[in-house]
Structure formats: C-alpha cells, structure tokens
C-alpha cells in the first residue's frame, strides 16, 4: 500500500527520504529521520511506528542498518505484516518485507539508497524509484520528488494515492518535513509546498534556525 525511498545525499552527507501511498497520512505513518542516525521507513499492511523509531535509536548508538532490520523484526510477531527499511549514518541499507504484505512487494537496495513498497503494480514501480533517483540531477529533496513521480507513473500503489511526504536531515540545514496527508494529487501538492518552501519570507527565515553543528544560530 505504500512506496518509499531512503537516500543519502554523496556529496553533503544529508539523508532523505520520500514516500506515497493510497491511504491517509503517509509522512506521520512511514518516514523517520536522524542526521545522527540516519533514515527509516516502515511501512505494509500493519505497519509499526515503534519499529520506525526504534530503528533510528539503534542506529544512533552504531549499530548498523542490517543488524537494526534483524533486532526489530526477529522480536515482533507481527513481522510478516510489515516492511522496514533502513539506511544508517554510514550509507549502509538494509529491508525487511513481511511474506502476509500484499503483493506486489518487494525492496532494491545499494549503498546510500534504499527503495520498498507493497500493494504496488508490479517491481516495475521501484526500479523507476530508484532509476529515476539515480539519473536525477539537483537538490536532494528535487531528486526525490521526481524518483516518487516516476513511481507513480510506473504503476505506484494499485489503489491510487492519496498521501505524500518529503523529509531531509542534515547536520547542516534544519529539517525539512513536508507531508500532504491527503489530496486527489498528492505528489502534484508536494511539489507545490515543496518549491513554496524554497522561495519568499520562509526561505529567507530558515537561515537563522538553530542546526547540529551550529546550534546557537539567530538573528544577528
């Protein structure tokens, strides 16, 4: 029911992620973020906030992607219900889909990128995620807001969407989480927030927000 994607940006070290689905409220149900720690997506047909940031608390202490997907999945017995994928603050990836998830389903991983979904059209759905990411050029947040384009027009969930979100982390910038918990076109009204959030007096304000590594930032 759901279509997600973790990346990590090579050239600033910023992790994002993207996700759609057809039902409400996709970006409170499936991201989670940490410049720290890294990403997570969980998601499928029971999917479990506890394993999203739990993910990101295993993480944070240096364990890795992999091993985060083994901990959380091997103590749940709800585990054939769900899907997490991870990607940990080294750029290593990992994905757990649960065999009672809706076919079809699946993940692709590699280094610095993970993409998963369940209720989808076909394998087709992720690997333009993932193709489209990996071709894109651009900010990391415009790369994935055309990796969860060509998604849809892959196929995306079979229901349709009615949700999507954006979330980027760094050490750098403040978060950016921009979520479109329902609409008829909720990639279309992503993209609108998404470029209201570059332009005019928010853009303008987001450089005296406090970030990780210069955390006393203000109003000089």
């Given at each position: ?196 959030s570059q332009s005019g007096e928010y853009a303008a304000w987001l450089p005296t927000v406090p970030t990780r590594n210069d955390p006393e930032r203000g109003h000089d």
């Amino acid at each position: 029911m759901t279509y997600s994607i973790l990346a990590q940006d090579p050239g600033t070290g910023a992790f994002g992620g993207a996700a759609a689905t057809g039902a409400l409220c996709v970006g409170g149900w499936v991201l989670r973020g940490d410049s720290r720690a890294g990403m997570s997506a969980s998601q499928g047909a029971a999917p479990s906030t506890l394993w999203g940031e739990d993910a990101l608390a295993l993480m944070r202490a240096g364990t890795s992607a992999a091993q985060t997907v083994e901990h959380l999945t091997q103590a749940d017995r709800g585990a054939h219900w769900r899907q997490l994928a991870t990607l940990d603050r080294d750029g290593h990836t990992a994905c757990h889909t649960g065999a009672q998830n809706t076919d079809w389903k699946g993940a692709l991983i590699a280094p610095g990128l993970v993409v998963a979904g369940n209720m989808l059209a076909g394998p087709q759905v992720i690997e333009a995620l993932r193709d489209t990411y990996l071709s894109a050029t651009g900010p990391l947040a415009e790369r994935l807001l055309a990796a969860l384009a060509a998604a849809d027009a892959a196929g995306g969930d079979v229901r349709g969407l009615q949700s999507a979100a954006l979330l980027v982390v760094s050490d750098d910038a403040p978060p950016l989480s921009l979520r479109i918990d329902w609409a008829a076109d909720p990639i279309g009204a992503l993209e609108v927030l998404y470029a209201r959030s570059q332009s005019g007096e928010y853009a303008a304000w987001l450089p005296t927000v406090p970030t990780r590594n210069d955390p006393e930032r203000g109003h000089d």
